[in-house]
Protein backbone atom coordinates (compact mmCIF):
# COMPACT_ATOMS: atom_id res chain seq x y z
CA UNK A 1 0.00 0.00 0.00
CA UNK A 2 0.91 3.59 -0.99
CA UNK A 3 1.79 5.69 2.31
CA UNK A 4 -1.21 7.27 3.23
CA UNK A 5 -0.71 11.44 3.40
CA UNK A 6 -3.08 13.86 4.72
CA UNK A 7 -3.11 15.50 1.33
CA UNK A 8 -1.14 14.04 -1.63
CA UNK A 9 0.05 16.48 -3.89
CA UNK A 10 3.01 14.29 -5.47
CA UNK A 11 0.57 11.73 -6.86
CA UNK A 12 -1.37 14.29 -8.30
CA UNK A 13 1.31 16.05 -9.88
CA UNK A 14 2.51 12.95 -11.32
CA UNK A 15 -0.50 12.63 -13.71
CA UNK A 16 -0.49 16.36 -14.76
CA UNK A 17 3.01 16.79 -14.45
CA UNK A 18 3.52 17.42 -19.05
CA UNK A 19 1.04 20.26 -18.37
CA UNK A 20 2.10 21.50 -15.65
CA UNK A 21 5.65 21.74 -16.89
CA UNK A 22 5.13 23.03 -19.73
CA UNK A 23 3.08 25.82 -18.58
CA UNK A 24 5.92 26.83 -15.72
CA UNK A 25 8.33 26.90 -18.82
CA UNK A 26 6.16 28.99 -20.87
CA UNK A 27 6.64 31.51 -18.11
CA UNK A 28 10.26 31.27 -17.76
CA UNK A 29 10.74 31.59 -22.00
CA UNK A 30 8.78 35.04 -21.47
CA UNK A 31 10.16 36.36 -18.35
CA UNK A 32 6.63 37.94 -17.59
CA UNK A 33 7.03 37.03 -13.90
CA UNK A 34 4.62 39.79 -12.65
CA UNK A 35 1.48 40.02 -14.46
CA UNK A 36 2.27 38.27 -17.04
CA UNK A 37 -0.33 36.77 -20.00
CA UNK A 38 -1.02 33.48 -17.58
CA UNK A 39 -2.40 35.70 -15.36
CA UNK A 40 -5.13 37.47 -17.01
CA UNK A 41 -5.73 34.34 -18.59
CA UNK A 42 -6.70 32.45 -15.36
CA UNK A 43 -9.14 35.41 -14.40
CA UNK A 44 -10.68 35.09 -17.79
CA UNK A 45 -11.11 31.15 -17.40
CA UNK A 46 -12.27 31.29 -13.25
CA UNK A 47 -14.39 33.71 -14.03
CA UNK A 48 -16.33 31.44 -16.70
CA UNK A 49 -16.13 28.89 -14.37
CA UNK A 50 -17.51 30.29 -11.52
CA UNK A 51 -20.20 32.37 -13.49
CA UNK A 52 -18.90 35.30 -11.73
CA UNK A 53 -18.14 38.90 -13.66
CA UNK A 54 -15.10 39.47 -11.86
CA UNK A 55 -12.31 37.71 -10.59
CA UNK A 56 -9.22 39.82 -9.16
CA UNK A 57 -6.13 37.46 -8.60
CA UNK A 58 -4.03 38.57 -5.31
CA UNK A 59 -1.02 36.97 -3.43
CA UNK A 60 -3.23 34.56 -1.16
CA UNK A 61 -6.30 34.07 0.60
CA UNK A 62 -5.40 36.43 3.89
CA UNK A 63 -5.00 39.19 1.65
CA UNK A 64 -8.17 38.54 -0.43
CA UNK A 65 -10.34 38.54 2.67
CA UNK A 66 -8.46 42.12 3.66
CA UNK A 67 -8.56 43.57 0.59
CA UNK A 68 -12.29 42.36 0.29
CA UNK A 69 -12.98 44.47 3.49
CA UNK A 70 -11.07 47.82 2.10
CA UNK A 71 -12.81 47.67 -0.84
CA UNK A 72 -16.30 47.70 1.15
CA UNK A 73 -15.33 50.91 2.78
CA UNK A 74 -15.43 49.18 6.16
CA UNK A 75 -14.46 51.75 9.09
CA UNK A 76 -12.42 51.76 12.33
CA UNK A 77 -15.55 50.26 14.78
CA UNK A 78 -17.67 48.80 12.44
CA UNK A 79 -18.85 45.69 14.18
CA UNK A 80 -18.14 42.36 11.79
CA UNK A 81 -20.06 39.08 12.36
CA UNK A 82 -17.82 35.38 11.57
CA UNK A 83 -18.29 31.72 12.58
CA UNK A 84 -16.17 31.28 15.73
CA UNK A 85 -15.42 27.43 14.47
CA UNK A 86 -12.84 28.69 11.78
CA UNK A 87 -9.48 28.97 10.30
CA UNK A 88 -7.95 32.19 12.38
CA UNK A 89 -6.89 33.95 8.97
CA UNK A 90 -10.99 35.35 8.74
CA UNK A 91 -10.98 37.23 12.18
CA UNK A 92 -7.59 38.22 11.96
CA UNK A 93 -8.15 40.62 9.12
CA UNK A 94 -11.25 42.05 11.00
CA UNK A 95 -9.15 42.79 13.66
CA UNK A 96 -6.09 44.11 11.79
CA UNK A 97 -8.53 46.79 10.20
CA UNK A 98 -9.56 47.77 13.46
CA UNK A 99 -12.72 46.66 12.44
CA UNK A 100 -14.56 44.87 15.18
CA UNK A 101 -14.56 41.02 15.24
CA UNK A 102 -17.92 39.85 16.45
CA UNK A 103 -17.56 35.88 16.91
CA UNK A 104 -20.67 33.75 16.93
CA UNK A 105 -21.18 30.20 17.42
CA UNK A 106 -21.72 27.43 14.68
CA UNK A 107 -24.30 24.68 14.03
CA UNK A 108 -23.54 21.49 14.97
CA UNK A 109 -24.55 19.77 11.69
CA UNK A 110 -22.94 21.60 9.22
CA UNK A 111 -20.40 23.33 11.68
CA UNK A 112 -21.25 26.60 9.73
CA UNK A 113 -22.06 30.03 11.21
CA UNK A 114 -25.40 29.54 13.65
CA UNK A 115 -28.13 31.94 12.02
CA UNK A 116 -29.80 32.10 15.31
CA UNK A 117 -26.62 33.45 16.89
CA UNK A 118 -26.00 35.47 13.46
CA UNK A 119 -28.89 36.99 14.30
CA UNK A 120 -28.81 37.78 18.02
CA UNK A 121 -24.97 38.91 17.48
CA UNK A 122 -26.70 42.00 14.82
CA UNK A 123 -26.35 45.66 15.94
CA UNK A 124 -26.37 49.29 15.03
CA UNK A 125 -22.99 49.23 14.41
CA UNK A 126 -23.31 46.16 12.15
CA UNK A 127 -21.71 46.67 8.84
CA UNK A 128 -20.96 42.97 7.47
CA UNK A 129 -21.12 39.30 7.67
CA UNK A 130 -18.30 36.78 6.90
CA UNK A 131 -19.37 33.30 6.37
CA UNK A 132 -17.10 30.74 5.64
CA UNK A 133 -17.79 27.85 3.58
CA UNK A 134 -16.50 25.34 6.41
CA UNK A 135 -14.19 22.28 5.57
CA UNK A 136 -16.03 22.58 1.73
CA UNK A 137 -19.71 22.80 2.50
CA UNK A 138 -22.06 25.94 1.85
CA UNK A 139 -23.22 27.47 4.40
CA UNK A 140 -26.87 28.77 4.47
CA UNK A 141 -26.47 31.36 1.95
CA UNK A 142 -30.65 32.13 1.87
CA UNK A 143 -30.89 32.83 5.46
CA UNK A 144 -27.53 34.57 5.21
CA UNK A 145 -28.90 36.89 2.47
CA UNK A 146 -32.25 37.29 3.44
CA UNK A 147 -30.71 38.94 6.98
CA UNK A 148 -28.58 40.99 5.28
CA UNK A 149 -30.58 42.38 2.83
CA UNK A 150 -33.10 43.29 5.76
CA UNK A 151 -29.97 44.94 7.90
CA UNK A 152 -28.17 46.77 4.86
CA UNK A 153 -25.21 44.50 5.68
CA UNK A 154 -22.88 43.53 3.16
CA UNK A 155 -21.82 39.30 2.67
CA UNK A 156 -17.82 38.74 2.41
CA UNK A 157 -17.99 34.68 1.47
CA UNK A 158 -14.57 32.81 2.55
CA UNK A 159 -14.72 30.31 -0.26
CA UNK A 160 -11.16 29.02 0.82
CA UNK A 161 -12.44 25.77 1.97
CA UNK A 162 -14.83 25.22 -1.05
CA UNK A 163 -14.17 26.47 -4.41
CA UNK A 164 -16.13 24.54 -7.01
CA UNK A 165 -19.18 23.68 -4.60
CA UNK A 166 -22.58 25.04 -5.73
CA UNK A 167 -25.27 26.48 -3.50
CA UNK A 168 -29.11 25.22 -4.42
CA UNK A 169 -31.48 27.73 -2.88
CA UNK A 170 -35.03 27.19 -1.49
CA UNK A 171 -36.09 28.02 -4.99
CA UNK A 172 -34.45 25.36 -6.77
CA UNK A 173 -31.42 27.53 -8.69
CA UNK A 174 -27.56 26.47 -8.28
CA UNK A 175 -24.66 28.90 -8.17
CA UNK A 176 -21.39 28.56 -7.09
CA UNK A 177 -21.03 29.38 -3.77
CA UNK A 178 -18.32 32.64 -3.65
CA UNK A 179 -20.67 34.26 -6.20
CA UNK A 180 -23.71 35.00 -4.13
CA UNK A 181 -22.40 37.44 -1.30
CA UNK A 182 -21.64 41.37 -2.35
CA UNK A 183 -17.65 39.95 -2.61
CA UNK A 184 -15.78 36.58 -1.85
CA UNK A 185 -12.18 35.85 -0.87
CA UNK A 186 -10.69 31.91 -1.71
CA UNK A 187 -6.92 30.94 -1.75
CA UNK A 188 -5.17 28.64 -4.03
CA UNK A 189 -2.54 27.45 -0.78
CA UNK A 190 -1.39 24.06 -1.77
CA UNK A 191 -3.48 21.66 0.44
CA UNK A 192 -6.89 23.55 -0.87
CA UNK A 193 -9.26 22.33 -3.48
CA UNK A 194 -7.87 24.37 -5.98
CA UNK A 195 -4.07 24.60 -4.97
CA UNK A 196 -1.04 26.24 -6.92
CA UNK A 197 2.46 25.65 -5.77
CA UNK A 198 3.15 28.34 -3.47
CA UNK A 199 0.80 30.78 -2.06
CA UNK A 200 -2.15 32.66 -4.11
CA UNK A 201 -5.70 33.66 -3.94
CA UNK A 202 -8.55 35.90 -5.42
CA UNK A 203 -11.69 37.95 -4.69
CA UNK A 204 -14.81 37.50 -7.00
CA UNK A 205 -17.56 40.37 -7.04
CA UNK A 206 -20.79 41.00 -9.38
CA UNK A 207 -20.76 44.39 -8.55
CA UNK A 208 -18.45 46.59 -11.48
CA UNK A 209 -17.76 49.25 -9.49
CA UNK A 210 -16.25 47.26 -6.17
CA UNK A 211 -14.48 45.43 -8.55
CA UNK A 212 -12.91 48.40 -9.78
CA UNK A 213 -11.97 50.05 -6.51
CA UNK A 214 -10.42 46.15 -5.71
CA UNK A 215 -8.30 46.18 -8.66
CA UNK A 216 -6.50 49.91 -7.58
CA UNK A 217 -6.28 48.52 -4.30
CA UNK A 218 -4.20 45.16 -5.08
CA UNK A 219 -1.69 47.29 -6.96
CA UNK A 220 -0.62 50.17 -4.59
CA UNK A 221 -4.14 52.42 -4.96
CA UNK A 222 -3.42 53.33 -8.65
CA UNK A 223 -5.78 53.33 -11.18
CA UNK A 224 -3.58 55.31 -13.28
CA UNK A 225 0.25 54.21 -13.33
CA UNK A 226 1.80 56.67 -10.24
CA UNK A 227 -1.70 58.19 -9.42
CA UNK A 228 -2.21 56.86 -5.58
CA UNK A 229 -5.78 57.95 -5.09
CA UNK A 230 -6.66 55.24 -2.50
CA UNK A 231 -3.96 53.57 0.06
CA UNK A 232 -3.46 50.01 -1.45
CA UNK A 233 -1.69 46.79 -1.07
CA UNK A 234 1.09 45.03 -2.69
CA UNK A 235 -0.86 42.15 -3.76
CA UNK A 236 -0.10 40.07 -6.91
CA UNK A 237 -0.49 36.28 -8.09
CA UNK A 238 2.49 35.90 -9.90
CA UNK A 239 3.06 34.57 -13.70
CA UNK A 240 4.22 31.09 -12.46
CA UNK A 241 1.54 30.42 -10.14
CA UNK A 242 -1.07 31.23 -12.62
CA UNK A 243 0.18 28.94 -14.82
CA UNK A 244 0.30 26.03 -12.71
CA UNK A 245 -3.68 26.86 -12.29
CA UNK A 246 -4.37 27.29 -15.62
CA UNK A 247 -3.33 23.51 -15.48
CA UNK A 248 -4.85 22.54 -12.65
CA UNK A 249 -9.13 24.58 -13.25
CA UNK A 250 -9.87 21.83 -15.82
CA UNK A 251 -9.36 19.34 -13.43
CA UNK A 252 -11.06 21.24 -10.63
CA UNK A 253 -14.76 19.41 -11.15
CA UNK A 254 -12.96 15.78 -11.21
CA UNK A 255 -10.94 16.44 -8.29
CA UNK A 256 -13.91 17.52 -6.21
CA UNK A 257 -15.92 14.55 -7.49
CA UNK A 258 -12.84 12.10 -6.32
CA UNK A 259 -13.31 13.76 -2.78
CA UNK A 260 -16.55 13.22 -3.20
CA UNK A 261 -16.34 9.56 -3.52
CA UNK A 262 -13.82 9.00 -0.74
CA UNK A 263 -16.24 10.89 1.70
CA UNK A 264 -18.97 8.48 0.51
CA UNK A 265 -16.61 5.27 1.28
CA UNK A 266 -16.06 6.66 4.43
CA UNK A 267 -19.36 7.46 5.31
CA UNK A 268 -20.40 4.23 4.35
CA UNK A 269 -17.92 2.35 6.47
CA UNK A 270 -18.77 4.22 9.69
CA UNK A 271 -22.69 4.13 8.68
CA UNK A 272 -24.68 4.08 12.13
CA UNK A 273 -21.39 3.74 14.49
CA UNK A 274 -22.36 4.65 18.04
CA UNK A 275 -19.59 7.06 18.46
CA UNK A 276 -19.39 8.47 15.02
CA UNK A 277 -21.14 11.18 13.71
CA UNK A 278 -20.48 11.45 9.63
CA UNK A 279 -20.32 14.46 7.64
CA UNK A 280 -24.10 14.49 6.24
CA UNK A 281 -23.74 15.54 2.14
CA UNK A 282 -26.42 14.36 -0.82
CA UNK A 283 -24.35 11.83 -2.13
CA UNK A 284 -25.75 13.19 -5.90
CA UNK A 285 -25.52 16.76 -4.93
CA UNK A 286 -22.56 19.09 -5.42
CA UNK A 287 -22.79 21.21 -2.03
CA UNK A 288 -20.10 19.63 -0.46
CA UNK A 289 -16.53 19.73 -2.14
CA UNK A 290 -14.76 18.12 1.30
CA UNK A 291 -11.87 20.03 1.70
CA UNK A 292 -11.42 18.28 4.90
CA UNK A 293 -13.21 14.73 5.86
CA UNK A 294 -14.35 15.59 9.45
CA UNK A 295 -16.12 13.25 12.11
CA UNK A 296 -17.30 13.78 15.33
CA UNK A 297 -16.72 11.14 17.84
CA UNK A 298 -19.31 11.51 20.97
CA UNK A 299 -19.04 9.24 23.69
CA UNK A 300 -15.33 8.66 23.41
CA UNK A 301 -11.44 8.94 23.93
CA UNK A 302 -11.09 11.15 20.17
CA UNK A 303 -7.50 12.07 21.57
CA UNK A 304 -6.62 8.26 22.05
CA UNK A 305 -8.08 7.59 18.45
CA UNK A 306 -5.75 10.14 17.14
CA UNK A 307 -2.66 8.61 18.52
CA UNK A 308 -3.87 5.44 17.66
CA UNK A 309 -4.38 6.48 13.66
CA UNK A 310 -0.61 7.93 14.21
CA UNK A 311 0.86 5.41 15.41
CA UNK A 312 -0.44 3.35 12.58
CA UNK A 313 1.10 6.12 10.30
CA UNK A 314 -2.34 7.47 9.56
CA UNK A 315 -2.04 10.99 9.81
CA UNK A 316 -4.93 12.85 10.94
CA UNK A 317 -5.69 16.27 12.51
CA UNK A 318 -7.63 18.40 15.06
CA UNK A 319 -9.05 21.17 12.80
CA UNK A 320 -9.42 23.42 15.17
CA UNK A 321 -8.60 22.61 18.72
CA UNK A 322 -9.06 26.22 20.03
CA UNK A 323 -12.25 28.39 19.35
CA UNK A 324 -11.43 31.59 18.32
CA UNK A 325 -13.45 33.37 21.00
CA UNK A 326 -10.81 31.57 23.75
CA UNK A 327 -7.41 32.76 21.45
CA UNK A 328 -5.61 35.37 22.99
CA UNK A 329 -5.30 37.61 20.72
CA UNK A 330 -9.40 38.06 19.94
CA UNK A 331 -10.47 37.79 23.42
CA UNK A 332 -13.06 40.52 24.18
CA UNK A 333 -15.11 40.90 27.37
CA UNK A 334 -18.26 40.93 26.21
CA UNK A 335 -17.90 36.89 25.16
CA UNK A 336 -19.53 34.50 27.75
CA UNK A 337 -18.83 30.74 27.49
CA UNK A 338 -22.72 30.25 27.54
CA UNK A 339 -22.64 32.13 23.97
CA UNK A 340 -20.63 29.19 22.25
CA UNK A 341 -22.20 25.91 23.54
CA UNK A 342 -21.25 24.32 20.19
CA UNK A 343 -17.99 25.33 19.14
CA UNK A 344 -16.65 24.56 22.47
CA UNK A 345 -18.26 20.65 21.79
CA UNK A 346 -16.75 20.64 18.70
CA UNK A 347 -13.08 21.45 19.40
CA UNK A 348 -13.80 18.24 21.74
CA UNK A 349 -15.05 15.78 19.05
CA UNK A 350 -13.71 16.78 15.62
CA UNK A 351 -11.39 14.62 14.11
CA UNK A 352 -10.00 15.11 10.96
CA UNK A 353 -8.99 11.98 8.75
CA UNK A 354 -7.08 11.82 5.18
CA UNK A 355 -8.48 13.43 1.97
CA UNK A 356 -7.19 14.83 -1.22
CA UNK A 357 -8.11 13.35 -4.92
CA UNK A 358 -5.96 10.53 -4.77
CA UNK A 359 -6.81 8.30 -1.90
CA UNK A 360 -6.83 4.52 -2.82
CA UNK A 361 -9.35 2.07 -2.09
CA UNK A 362 -6.95 -0.06 0.20
CA UNK A 363 -5.97 3.79 2.26
CA UNK A 364 -9.63 4.27 2.65
CA UNK A 365 -10.13 0.75 3.93
CA UNK A 366 -7.00 0.37 6.35
CA UNK A 367 -8.11 3.85 7.87
CA UNK A 368 -11.80 3.21 7.88
CA UNK A 369 -10.88 -0.70 9.82
CA UNK A 370 -8.14 1.54 11.86
CA UNK A 371 -10.60 3.81 13.13
CA UNK A 372 -13.57 1.23 13.79
CA UNK A 373 -10.94 -1.21 15.51
CA UNK A 374 -10.21 1.14 18.09
CA UNK A 375 -13.90 2.23 18.88
CA UNK A 376 -14.70 -1.49 18.68
C1 LIG B 1 -6.68 28.82 4.03
C2 LIG B 1 -7.72 29.70 4.56
C3 LIG B 1 -7.59 31.11 4.53
C4 LIG B 1 -6.32 31.82 4.17
O1 LIG B 1 -5.74 31.52 2.97
P1 LIG B 1 -4.17 31.76 2.76
O2 LIG B 1 -4.01 31.64 1.28
O3 LIG B 1 -3.44 30.73 3.52
O4 LIG B 1 -3.84 33.14 3.22
C5 LIG B 1 -8.66 31.88 4.97
N1 LIG B 1 -9.79 31.32 5.43
C6 LIG B 1 -9.94 29.97 5.51
C7 LIG B 1 -11.23 29.42 6.03
C8 LIG B 1 -8.92 29.13 5.09
O5 LIG B 1 -9.08 27.81 5.18
Given amino acids: MKKIQMVDLKSQYEKIKDTVNASIQEVLDTNAYINGPQVH ?85 TKAIVPVHLFGLAANMDAIMEIAKEHNLYVIEDNAQAIGANYTSKDGSKKKVGTIGHVAATSFFPSKNLGCYGDGGAIFTNDDALAHTLRGIVNHGMYVRYHHDVVGVNSRLDSIQAGVLNAKLPHLDQYNKARREAAAKYNAAFANHKNIVVPSFDSNGDDHVFHQYTLRIINADRNGLLDYLQSKQIPCAIYYPIPLHSQKAYLDARYKEEDFPVTNQLVQEVISLPMHTELEDEQIKFITDSVLEFLQ
Fill in 41 to 125: AFQKSLEDYLGAKHVIPCANGTDALQIAMMGLGLKPGDEVITADFTFAATVEVIALLQLTPVLVDVDMDSMNISIEALKKAITPK
